[in-house]
């Protein structure tokens, strides 16, 4: 069996109207971010003495190849609010609409202003300097040149060296780049800056468990879903990692987790049935693949584990027709 388990691109099937099929839209994502400002708000209420708070507008919204971003903004009811007075928030979606980050970007400045917390964009809504390069930065990795998201990044550190997200965004650059041992010092960063960010443990879980750091990578995913109970792949990173420890029995909850929370996960199914087949079951590992076939039909890795398990139980013809399959997906399971 492939033993990288957990680390292939996932990709997408599609309705006619051209919409990922089990997929958000990114207006769906808006309207998300509006339900959970209006149903979480205790929070900004203690730290600005406030009895009441007002989600007014959206202010931007974009989409990247993982996530969707959503920025609101919010403030005291009244009608005469200054534009200073006026707070933004972001929200962080993967694209299945599950909320991997949620952070304060500006507090309203005047007499609630909180002491603690920082602005990344200027009074009038615009990209702050620091932010200016974590953007770029983004752009950079969105054309897989690390080196140069990496460069804008050092300068967002050096503008503000207590921005956790450009030091979590370097550490993906790293990760991005086989440089483990630098990421891992980045999200080491991030995360003393923010403790409370479950991507940024989960993302650290990940660099050490490409490190072969199995047990210490476990850590890492249980905190991270200690954070959000619903991040579907922290369990399932946790279940691989727990493969790698031969701890399969283990690994069969967290790919369960996962399926429930992410139904059309192709390569949470594909990793159960790694599981399966790793515990004799062969028949129940085949109902997996065909499940992570059935979700994405390019799957190479699925077929080549499908046809391994074919084999296993003596259904020679359909095992040689799916390595037939891989093989002509991708040429490294010919």
Known sequence: MAEDQGKEEEKFDFTGEGEAVGYISLPQAVLAARRLARENDEHYKDRLGWTEVVWTELHSESVSEDYYKVVLQFRRPGREILEEHTGEEEFLFDLTGILQDRQILVWPEG?????????????????????????????????????????RLNEAIQIDPNYAVAYFSRGDAYYNLGENQRAIQDYDKAIQIDPNSAMAYNNRGDTYYNLGRYQRSIEDFDKAIQLDPNFALAYRNRGDAYCKLGENQ??????????????????????RGDTYYNLSRYQRSIEDFDKAIQ????????????????????????????????CSLDKQYC
């Open 295 to 326: 979700l994405d039909p390019n799957f190479a890795l699925a077929y080549n584990n499908r046809g391994d398990a074919y084999r296993k139980i003596g259904f020679y013809p359909q095992a040689d027709a799916d390595k037939a399959k891989a």
């Open 250 to 271: 283990r690994a069969i909850p967290d790919y369960d987790k996962a399926i429930q929370i992410a139904p059309n996960s192709a390569m949470a199914y594909n990793n």
């Open 111 to 151: 007499p609630q202003m909180p002491e603690e917390g920082q602005s990344h964009r200027t009074s009038d809504g615009q990209p702050g300097l620091a932010e200016a390069k974590v953007e770029e930065a983004q752009e950079h990795s969105s054309r897989a040149d690390y080196r140069g998201a990496i460069e």
